[in-house]
């Protein structure tokens, strides 16, 4: 069975400053993909970044970068310079062959 | 390139009433996905299509929920008849395959909401 675990339900930080959200997950599967989707009040999810389980690197996209701790089976989601935009709720999701597997999300907060 | 479409957007009806509806995948996706999102929780998977046929809907309640993508591009997603606890965001997601790699792009979401 395959679970993502988000423990953070809510996070705040301040403008211009980096957050990371936390996401562990447990599987199986030798392979699999994490991925991170911004939810904005407007309701679409929005694909951030993607890290595979035999990538070597860490994922980076702009702003968004992943910090991914295999051994941990944590892999969590770093954003740097806040923006009053990047307010939203923010899913950790694990794919293997069978499926898509979400979080139960961290609503991001950003303060002036 | 245009992003997966859904409509309506939004719905509201009375319990025990049908509603449909509508998604159109990214062109060329092969695999459409529908989820149900309720407040507060992140999507659960309903059913998943490769082309027009059905690979995942065990997490589908059957009794009430029907799913088809006759030509193996648009999707439609009914629900009859419908109950309270339905209320919820559906949400239509497409990729190009099944793979782990293979990234969803999702719509923007029809909301329901069941009186």
């Known amino acids: 069975a395959q679970k993502i675990t988000q423990t953070q339900p809510g996070m705040f930080v301040q403008e211009k400053e980096a957050v990371t959200l936390d996401c562990t997950y447990d599987?199986?599967?030798?392979?699999?993909?994490l991925f991170w989707y911004k939810q904005p009040s407007s309701g679409e999810m929005i694909f951030l970044i993607y890290?595979?389980?035999?990538?070597?690197q860490n994922a980076t996209e702009g702003r968004y970068s992943l910090n991914f701790q295999k051994a941990r089976k944590s892999a969590n989601l770093v954003i740097s310079a806040s923006q009053l935009g990047d307010s939203a709720m923010y899913f950790c999701?694990?794919?293997?062959?069978?499926?898509?597997?979400f979080g139960t999300g961290t609503r991001l907060q950003v303060t002036l | 390139e245009a992003g997966v479409a859904q409509s309506p957007r939004y719905k509201i009806i009375e319990k025990r009433q049908s509603v449909a509806f509508w998604c159109n995948p990214i062109?060329?996706?092969?695999?459409l996905y529908w989820y149900q999102q309720i407040l507060g929780q992140g999507p659960k998977l309903l059913i998943q299509?490769?082309?027009?046929?059905?690979?995942?809907d065990s997490q589908l309640p059957k009794d009430r929920f029907s799913a088809e993508r006759l030509k193996g591009v648009d999707s439609t997603l009914k629900i009859q008849p419908a109950k309270l606890e339905d209320s919820a965001v559906y949400l239509c997601?497409?990729?190009?395959?099944?793979?782990?790699?293979?990234?969803?792009?999702f719509g923007p979401g029809t909301r329901l909401l069941v009186l």
């Open positions: 062109s060329g996706h092969a695999t």
């Open positions: 599987t199986s599967d030798p392979s699999y993909g």
């Open positions: 997601a497409s990729s190009s395959g099944l793979n782990h790699k293979e990234t969803q792009y």
């Open positions: 299509f490769q082309n027009n046929g059905v690979v995942d």
């Open positions: 999701a694990m794919r293997t062959a069978s499926k898509l597997t």
């Open positions: 890290q595979g389980s035999y990538d070597q």
